[in-house]
């Protein structure tokens, strides 16, 4: 069974690329514009890892971490953010994210985050596309 990663990110390349790498890793991606689809997980879609942009637009990834953080269901799912900022080490203490990946980052660091967090479903290594971009 492929494990489900929710990536949030406002950026359509951006997401489009991210969900690309995992999925050519061996995971099953949900990709969202959106990050109140956040507040709205159920049972039924919960995610095994959340990788979710600080800066989005109308919204704060810090924001979205911490309310998640406060839910008793889905306190437990990993979130890695992302972004630009330069405080990342701040941010997650603050908001209870299990660690930060600043931008811009190599495919390879992106799924060398998410494997320390998420084994891939399957035991294969992972995949990197050409040049290992950077995203």
């Known amino acids: 069974m492929k494990r489900m990663i929710l990536v949030i990110d406002d950026d359509q390349a951006i997401l489009d690329a991210i969900s690309l790498a995992l999925e050519?890793?061996?995971y099953d991606?949900?990709?969202?514009?959106?990050g109140r689809c956040l507040l709205e997980?159920?049972?039924?879609?919960?995610?095994d890892l959340i990788l979710l942009d600080i800066l989005l637009s109308g919204e704060d990834g810090r924001e979205l971490c911490t309310q998640l953080k406060e839910r008793e269901e889905t306190r437990h799912i990993p979130v890695i953010l992302c972004s630009a900022h330069?405080?990342?080490d701040v941010i997650t203490y603050f908001t209870g994210a299990s660690t930060f990946l600043p931008k811009p980052f190599h495919v390879h660091e992106l799924l060398d985050t998410v494997k320390?967090?998420?084994p891939s479903a399957s035991n294969q290594p992972y995949t990197t596309l050409p040049d290992d971009p950077v995203l």
Request: net charge positive; charged share 15%; hydrophobic share 35%.
């Open 24 to 26: 050519r890793a061996g």
């Open 29 to 34: 991606v949900q990709a969202s514009t959106n």
């Open 41 to 47: 997980i159920s049972n039924k879609q919960m995610p």
């Open 86 to 88: 330069f405080s990342g």
């Open 116 to 118: 320390r967090f998420l």
